[in-house]
Every structure is written in C-alpha cells, then in structure tokens.
C-alpha cells in the first residue's frame, strides 16, 4: 500500500515540476515552442525509454534536442503573427469594403500558418530527425488535407 503512495506522490511531483519548468520556460516568448517541444517529447518519450530518472532530467535532455527545430518555428510564428498585426493594424485605412475582405483574408492565413507550426511541433515527435524543412513540408499536406479539423481544432482549443 505504501508503495502506491510513493508512487502517486512520485509521479505528481513530477507533473508538478515538470508544470513549472513549462510554466518558467514560457516566461521569455523566444522560448515558448522549444518549451512546449520539449513537454511534448517528454511525456510522450518518457514511459517508452527508461534512459531518464525523472521529468526534469527528460524535459532538459528533450529541450536541448529539440531546441533548434522548435526555435525555427517560434520566428516563423512570431513572423507571421507581427505581419498580421500589421494588416489588422492598416484596417483603418482602407475603404469600408476591401475591411472585410483583409481581415478575413489575415485571420485564414495567420490561422494556417498556426496550424502549420503547431502540427510541425508534433510531427518532431513522430519524424524527429527529418530536418525542419522536410517537417514543415510534411506538416503543410496534413494541415491542409485535414483542413477542416484543424481549423476546428484551433477553435475549440483557442476559444
């Protein structure tokens, strides 16, 4: 009985660490996606290799592995999202017909592109040693073949 004790508290002291370490990560914007990359594999690693002692020996030796993919696609994000703060921010200079169109226009590509570098994310799970324009290839043909539920995704997940 003991034994399972420990071993609950074991694992929620791991969730919890592991839960700052995300949550301090995060902190700098720089470093959100190779934080959340670094999460992703060592939860996902962790059961299946029992190479680590625990999750924040997982999280450091994931995030050093992933960091220059993951980082890749923070500027590619960050590019975008600033991009498209600059369409929104134009809106006031056009005619009241071509506003709906640039908005809806900004928000479809600033989502896709979301959707794009979130399923590059994944997809250095399942192809961690293809490079990262080989990822972003493999990624664009899911997100767009599963268009739909990826936009249905982004909007149960963001809303």
């Not at 959340?36 to 962790?46: E, K, R």
């Not at 059961?47 to 993919?69: G, L, M, R, T």
């Not at 006031?92 to 809806?104: E, F, I, M």
């Not at 592109?113 to 290839?137: D, H, Q, T, W």
Request: proline share 4%; charged share 15%.
């Amino acid at each position: 009985m003991k034994e399972k004790i420990y071993y609950l508290l074991d694992k929620l002291m791991n969730i919890i660490v592991i839960s700052l370490i995300l949550i301090v990560g995060s902190l700098p914007i720089i470093t959100m996606l190779p934080t959340f990359a670094a999460l992703l594999g060592t939860i996902y690693f962790f059961d299946k290799e029992n190479d680590w002692a625990s999750y924040p020996a997982a999280f450091v030796y994931y995030f050093k592995k992933f960091f220059k993919q993951s980082f890749l696609c923070q500027l590619l994000l960050m590019t975008v999202l600033l991009i498209g703060k600059i369409n929104l921010s134009l809106l006031d200079t056009l005619p009241s017909g071509l506003k709906l169109a640039v908005y809806a226009i900004t928000l479809f590509f600033s989502g896709l592109i979301i959707l794009l570098v979130f399923s590059s994310i994944f997809s250095l799970l399942i192809y961690p040693n293809e490079l990262f324009l080989e990822r972003i290839k493999i990624s664009l043909v899911i997100t767009i073949i599963k268009l739909p539920y990826s936009f249905l995704f982004f909007f149960v997940f963001f809303l």
